[in-house]
Nanobody, 122 residues
Framework: QVQLIESGGGLVQAGGSLRLSCAAS???????RGWFRQAPGKEREFVAA????????TYADSVKGRFTISGDNAKNTIYLQMNSLKPEDTAVYYC????????????????WGQGTQVTVSS
């Protein structure tokens, strides 16, 4: 059983930055780690993903150039650096772990964290 614990959410003004963290238990290895987000009344959507073995990353078009996903193998932790935040980035952000290479589909992820709220004020 993999446990994922997110942290780093909060309230920030538009144009500001936040860094999310997602720590995982080491009990089960999953090659791909991703970030998704869900705004009120909307579907959960893909944000970014990272594959441990290759270091490859992929991003949703809406965050490309503003967000950066990275990982620390020794800490079994991934990060999401979010810059130039916009009000439309407001959502609960979820960390996920799965086996499919750089999957952008939430159904292919096996484990999920409980989420951390990010609110961007205008």
């Amino acid at each position: 059983q993999v446990q994922l614990i997110e942290s780093g959410g909060g309230l920030v003004q538009a144009g500001g930055s936040l860094r999310l963290s997602c720590a995982a238990s080491a009990s089960t290895f999953r090659n791909t780690r991703g970030w998704f987000r869900q705004a009120p009344g909307k579907e959960r959507e893909f944000v970014a993903a990272l594959t441990w073995r290759s270091g490859l990353t992929t991003y949703a078009d809406s965050v490309k150039g503003r967000f950066t996903i990275s990982g620390d193998n020794a800490k079994n932790t991934i990060y999401l650096q979010m810059n130039s935040l916009k009000p439309e980035d407001t959502a609960v952000y979820y960390c996920a772990a799965g086996t499919f290479l750089l999957s952008t589909t939430k159904g292919s992820y096996d484990y999920w964290g409980q989420g951390t709220q990010v609110t961007v004020s205008s």
